[in-house]
């Protein structure tokens, strides 16, 4: 035990009416991650000896969330009495009946929070020696937050929730961030008197400070740095406004590691991606999920990859990518579309107009233009002529081919799967591969070509091919 304990009440039982969607408000994606998962990374860094996540709206999903980010979570299900009061109520019944620490309550929809403000929040709680601190605001447009309503004198008297307050109460510009620290014993003492009587009909949380002004005790209010740092997301503009605010901090941070973003307004990188010094990104790229760019790649205009592992000096332009990995000396695009399971080994190309899937192409192999390569193994040095299909799929099941190093294929194939082409073999243009191809052999299979001769002047007489064909004097 520290000298003092602190618990972390982090409140997700939520509806989240006003994003208007089935997916429950907490789980949409923000930089890569769901909204409360944020949150859930915050809590973890500060070390506290009690975390407890309070659930009741979509409570399994949430659970899983919580579950995969922070396993040490208390869980605690919210019953049918609604508000953050009662929220807090029931997580501080679950802890042990002698915690007399801190305790820090955080909305789940407060996502920009970090663990370096609340450090300081928490440090001047401590200092102060108020029985509650509140973190407050001054954001451009306080619609929707609990207002700071201060006596006479400036002191912290109560909060005030947007559909509880008088028309001079709106007026107010300091707001309720939504995270407070509060002594265990006294906020045990209040919350038994929280009662619904409101406009929403909840046990407000917020309630607990006129409480504990009523009995004596002092509260105090910390404003924020900066208002973004608390910006709540309750519908999707306030998301939206909250992914720009994070994409601009994260494309910042990677700007000062040594990445080059020509253009940092359509450049969108998630929170766990990782970029190496020397990496350039150019103007419309996103960088999704946990895609890993090593040194000196450049990737861009116009792509996106989710979960790809790019290596090395690769290029990759207008590029569609996901769970692909392409090593070193590698380019890709423009207009390409990896899909998962793609390998593109050193050295190696997929050029324009090339979709792949479950498919290795060795190291200096190429797919150059037109092509479609799915569940399919390539050796090194090939070269896969343009406009060339791999049919691996016979209308129930998906085949799998193996081409080997060296071999040259024809423009306009078709390799019906399952099928093996040997090292060094070549096919002829417009062959349909249907039966494997032994090493060094030539593949052909198409008709031989007859000519008609004087078939478009007696066909098409008087067109322009026919007056053409017979002014050419052939
Ligand atoms: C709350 C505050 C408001 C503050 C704002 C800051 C109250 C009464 N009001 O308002 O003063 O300015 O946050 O963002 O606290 N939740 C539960 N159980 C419930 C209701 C909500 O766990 O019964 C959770 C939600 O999932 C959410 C958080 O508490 O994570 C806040 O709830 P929300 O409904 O968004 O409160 P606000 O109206 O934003
Ligand atoms: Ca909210």
Not at 80 to 92: D, L, S
Not at 98 to 109: A, E, M, Q, W
Not at 114 to 137: E, Q
Not at 248 to 272: E, F, H, M, S, Y
């Amino acid at each position: 035990m520290t000298e003092h304990p602190l618990a972390i009440i982090v409140l997700a039982a939520g509806q989240g009416t006003r994003m208007k969607s089935s997916l429950p408000k907490l789980l949409h994606p923000l930089a890569g991650m769901p909204v409360v998962s944020h949150v859930l990374a915050t809590a973890r860094e500060l070390g506290a000896e009690h975390i407890v996540t309070v659930v009741r709206h979509e409570r399994d999903r949430l659970v899983a969330v919580v579950e995969a980010e922070l396993p040490e979570s208390i869980i605690v299900d919210q019953d049918e009495i609604p508000g953050t009061g009662r929220a807090v109520e029931q997580a501080v019944a679950a802890l042990p009946a002698d915690f007399t620490g801190d305790v820090l309550v955080i909305n789940g929809d407060v996502p920009l929070l970090d663990a370096a403000t609340l450090a300081s929040f928490i440090a001047a709680h401590r200092a102060d020696g108020a029985a509650a601190t509140v973190l407050s605001a001054m954001p451009e447009d306080p619609t929707g937050y609990g207002r700071i309503i201060r006596s006479a004198n400036g002191e912290f008297d109560r909060i005030v929730e947007q559909k509880d307050a008088t028309p001079d109460e709106l007026a107010v510009g300091e707001v309720n961030a939504g995270v407070y620290l509060f002594g265990a014993s006294a906020l045990r003492d209040q919350l038994a008197n929280l009662t619904t009587d409101n406009a929403q009909g909840e046990k407000y949380l917020t309630d607990v400070i006129q409480l504990l002004r009523a009995a004596g005790s002092e509260v105090s209010a910390v404003p924020v740095s900066e208002p973004w740092i608390v910006a709540g997301i309750n519908d999707r503009a306030q998301l939206s406004e909250a992914a720009l605010k994070l994409n601009a901090l994260i494309v910042r941070g990677w700007q000062l590691a040594g990445v080059t973003v020509q253009d940092p307004a359509t450049t969108w990188i998630d929170l766990k991606a990782k970029l190496a010094a020397d990496v350039t990104l150019l103007p419309g790229t996103q960088i999704l999920g946990s895609t890993v760019v090593a040194t000196g790649s450049t990737i861009g205009p116009d792509t996106t990859l989710l979960d790809c592992e790019i290596g090395e000096n690769v290029t990759v332009r207008r590029t569609d990518g996901t769970l692909a990995v392409v090593d070193a000396g590698a380019t890709v695009g423009p207009f390409s579309f990896l899909r998962p399971g793609t390998h593109l080994c050193a050295d190696g190309k997929i050029g324009a107009f090339v979709e792949t899937k479950n498919a290795t192409i060795g190291e200096g192999s190429k797919v150059p233009h037109l092509s479609y390569v799915g569940d399919a193994v390539i050796g090194v040095h090939s070269n896969i002529g343009a406009g060339t299909i791999f049919a691996n799929y016979d209308g129930v099941n998906k085949h799998h081919s193996v081409v080997g190093s060296y071999v040259r294929t024809g423009s306009h194939n078709v390799f019906v799967a399952p099928i093996t082409i040997g090292d060094g073999a070549y096919s002829g243009a417009g062959t349909v591969v249907r039966k494997s191809v032994p090493a060094g052999a030539l593949a052909i299979n198409v008709a031989p070509q007859r000519n008609m001769d004087g078939w478009v002047e007696a066909n098409r007489p008087g067109t322009d091919a026919a007056n053409a064909a017979s002014e050419s004097g052939d």
